[in-house]
């Protein structure tokens, strides 16, 4: 199976911070990877797909990069709805879907 | 606008099965090709795919998870179902469903329904 490794586990941050947050895979999965947010209690709510593509109706200040094994979700001005638990996940091997361990952003 | 709502028992004993439905409104199972998934979120974890089945019937599982699983479809109900036997305490989690979405061979989840919440306890 692939593995995805986010880091950091947690990011403390102040609204207006420019946050990065970094998912790695073990074997390249080219750009078959997607970010997700999660709020407390919530169902996670897809912000990426195809590793930079943004979905309809996600705030511009988010942005994915990266293909291969490396990849990023980037906040570039971090808002008060934006503190929430951030998830990766790949679909390169499509018989095994696998997540990132999740990234938890708080306020500093 | 698609809608997924969980349902099922929230608790169930050791060494029983779990049984969940999915009912998906806004659409139709019977049209087209599509494939619906389960996920599950055990408490302050992370996130773990279970497995998906197309709404012609195909299932593809979690290896991990495959010897216990079964998911199914109705698409006469709208409704995809997950069966998991012999449960342990391990197996307590937020259970969701969701439309897999299939673009350029990226497989990723754009509607979730709320999550249903499973105690595996005697």
């Known amino acids: 199976d692939i593995q995805m490794t986010q880091s950091p586990s947690t990011l403390s941050a102040s609204v207006g911070d420019r946050v990065t947050i970094t998912c790695r895979a073990t074997q390249s999965i080219s750009t078959y990877l997607s970010w997700y947010q999660q709020k407390p209690g919530k169902a996670p709510k897809l912000l990426i797909y195809g590793a930079s593509r943004l979905q309809s109706g996600v705030p511009s200040r988010f942005s994915g990069s990266g293909s291969g094994t490396d990849f990023t979700l980037t906040i570039s001005s971090l808002q008060p709805e934006d503190f929430a638990t951030y998830y990766c996940?790949?679909?390169?091997?499509?018989?095994?879907?696998?997540f990132g361990g999740g990234t938890k952003v708080e306020i500093k | 606008q698609v809608q997924l709502q969980e349902s099922g028992p929230g608790l169930v004993k050791p060494s029983q099965t779990l049984s969940l439905s999915c009912t998906v409104s806004g659409g139709s199972l019977s049209s087209g090709v599509s494939y619906w998934s389960w996920i599950r979120q055990h408490p302050r974890k992370g996130l773990e795919w279970i497995g998906y089945v197309s709404n012609s019937g195909s299932a593809y599982y979690n290896p991990s998870l495959s010897s216990r699983l079964s998911i199914s479809v109705d698409t006469s109900k709208n409704q995809i179902s997950l069966k998991l036997n012999s449960v342990t305490t391990a197996d307590t989690a937020v259970y969701f469903c969701?439309?897999?979405?299939?673009?350029?061979?990226?497989?990723?989840?754009?509607?979730w329904g709320q999550g249903t919440l499973v105690t595996v306890s005697s």
């Open positions: 969701a439309r897999v979405e299939r673009e350029g061979g990226n497989y990723y989840f754009h509607y």
């Open positions: 996940q790949q679909s390169f091997s499509t018989l095994f879907l696998t």
